[in-house]
């Protein structure tokens, strides 16, 4: 993935750009199946890691700043790994340790074929689907503007109505996409 393409398509998911978003998917979706896979555990299977490594994304597209040290692809891929990792500890903690530790966490990581990436492809196009179908206009709008980097504050100013139907909404997207 090229940092330009990356920060070309940043800026345009943040605008509200589906198409700009869904090829920021795919271009991480590589790193996200690899750490769901190496997340795998009890009470955490690969679908919800999955699902963890978006919410991260989503959460790098919102909150990167440019001028930093870091690029985009650098720090989405710490935010995908971070959210993976914690969605991971908290599963553990829920299960006993000696099963958990048990589990093999390695495995064979191989670069996609065009099947699979056809099939990954069907799945961003599905997780786009889902996103614009599964939520409220007003859940979609909060979220846009969450991933445009605004406050809870600056949402709801936007949207004239309360900062706790802003927190409540993204609360509801956050298990909407974790759901689907």
């Given at each position: 993935?090229?940092?330009?393409?990356?920060?070309?398509?940043?800026?345009?998911?943040?605008?509200?750009?589906?198409?700009?978003?869904?090829?920021?998917?795919?271009?991480?979706?590589?790193?996200?199946?690899?750490?769901?896979?190496?997340?795998?555990?009890?009470?955490?299977?690969?679908?919800?890691?999955?699902?963890?490594?978006?919410?991260?994304?989503?959460?790098?597209?919102?909150?990167?700043?440019?001028?930093?040290?870091?690029?985009?692809?650098?720090?989405?891929?710490?935010?995908?790994?971070?959210?993976?990792?914690?969605a991971r500890r908290t599963a553990r903690?829920?299960?006993?340790?000696?099963?958990?530790?048990?589990?093999?966490?390695?495995?064979?990581?191989?670069?996609?074929?065009?099947?699979?990436?056809?099939?990954?492809?069907?799945?961003?196009?599905?997780?786009?689907?889902?996103?614009?179908?599964?939520?409220?206009?007003?859940?979609?709008?909060?979220?846009?503007?969450?991933?445009?980097?605004?406050?809870?504050?600056?949402?709801?100013?936007?949207?004239?109505?309360?900062?706790?139907?802003?927190?409540?909404?993204?609360?509801?997207?956050?298990?909407?996409?974790?759901?689907?």
């Open positions: 993935m090229s940092d330009r393409r990356n920060k070309v398509d940043l800026y345009r998911a943040r605008e509200g750009d589906q198409a700009a978003l869904a090829a920021l998917i795919a271009g991480f979706m590589p790193k996200i199946r690899r750490f769901a896979r190496a997340a795998v555990c009890p009470g955490l299977d690969f679908e919800d890691a999955v699902q963890e490594g978006y919410i991260g994304l989503f959460d790098a597209v919102r909150s990167y700043q440019e001028g930093g040290q870091a690029t985009f692809e650098t720090y989405a891929t710490v935010c995908i790994r971070n959210a993976i990792v914690a903690r829920k299960k006993h340790q000696a099963l958990s530790d048990a589990l093999p966490l390695d495995e064979q990581i191989s670069t996609p074929g065009p099947e699979e990436q056809a099939i990954l492809r069907e799945q961003i196009d599905e997780t786009v689907y889902r996103i614009n179908n599964g939520l409220t206009r007003f859940e979609r709008r909060v979220l846009l503007l969450f991933l445009q980097g605004r406050s809870y504050a600056q949402i709801a100013s936007q949207l004239s109505c309360p900062t706790k139907s802003v927190e409540n909404a993204l609360v509801r997207v956050r298990r909407k996409l974790k759901k689907e």
